[in-house]
């Protein structure tokens, strides 16, 4: 029974979705103190955690950077922001997919089990991980811990980063459609908007400059993207 942190704090809405995954089987846990959210996430060590952006003390995206400090566990966030920019923030800051509210339960529960197929079920072991450590040009993935490592400077990825990077990497000096990537990381694309693709390839690009790699990933307009291995080394 998969374990789901719910960090929320309209009581109501809070409580409607604790039903609703309890209803489908899942492990619901809410949080009821915000004033550490990061700890109540080590307490309870749940296998995903829905997070709201609006909260007391800090906002969701402070705590899904806090999370990311100690776990890639999958963090769906919940919220009334329907902006572009939040989106887009809440990628940056760690999240893997983003609900605006209202929101249609069964769409909930669809990305839910989405993500947690593609993270522990079913299409864990058949994710586009064939093998524990890959190189490639001397960059090397390592599944096992999620991180890459390029003249010795290591990096933690996130999952998605990860799965988007081991696509390019297999693929490397090719053309890889967003289509496949898409398809890659999340299992029902139809529920997952376009520009996510876009800013999870942004934040790989950056990680791969904190190491030292640039100009690694090549935008193919209206095709999609390709891993160059004759990259530079940053200055």
């Known amino acids: 029974m998969y374990r789901i942190l719910i960090v929320e704090d309209d009581d109501k809405i809070a409580s409607i979705l604790q039903s609703h995954m309890d209803k489908f089987g899942y492990s619901a846990l809410r949080v009821t103190d915000f004033r550490d959210i990061k700890q109540a996430y080590l307490s309870h ?3 995903m955690v829905l997070l709201d952006i609006n909260l007391p003390h800090y906002d969701g995206f402070y705590w899904c950077r806090q999370i990311r400090t100690v776990s890639n566990v999958p963090i769906i966030f919940l919220s009334a922001r329907v902006g572009e920019m939040d989106q887009v923030m809440a990628i940056e800051n760690g999240g893997d997919d983003y609900i605006t509210k209202p929101f249609h ?15 522990y079920g079913e299409y864990a072991g058949t994710s586009p991980m064939p093998r524990d450590i890959q190189n490639v040009a001397g960059l090397t993935l390592d599944a096992s811990k999620n991180m890459m490592e390029w003249k010795g400077c290591k990096i933690d990825l996130s999952r998605n980063e990860f799965l988007l990077l081991d696509c390019l990497v297999r693929q490397a000096d090719q053309i890889v459609t967003r289509e496949s990537l898409l398809e890659a990381l999340w299992d029902d694309i139809d529920f997952v908007d376009d ?3 876009t800013v999870n390839v942004t ?4 990680k791969l400059e904190d190491i030292g790699i640039v100009k690694a ?16 080394d940053a200055e």
């Open 105 to 119: 339960l069964d769409v909930v529960i669809a990305k839910v089990k989405s993500v947690l197929r593609r993270t």
């Open 195 to 197: 520009n996510t693709l």
């Open 203 to 206: 934040r790989v690009r950056k």
């Open 217 to 232: 990933i090549e935008t193919i307009r209206g095709q999609g993207y390709r891993l160059n291995t004759s990259w530079g």
């Open 45 to 47: 060590k749940p296998d």
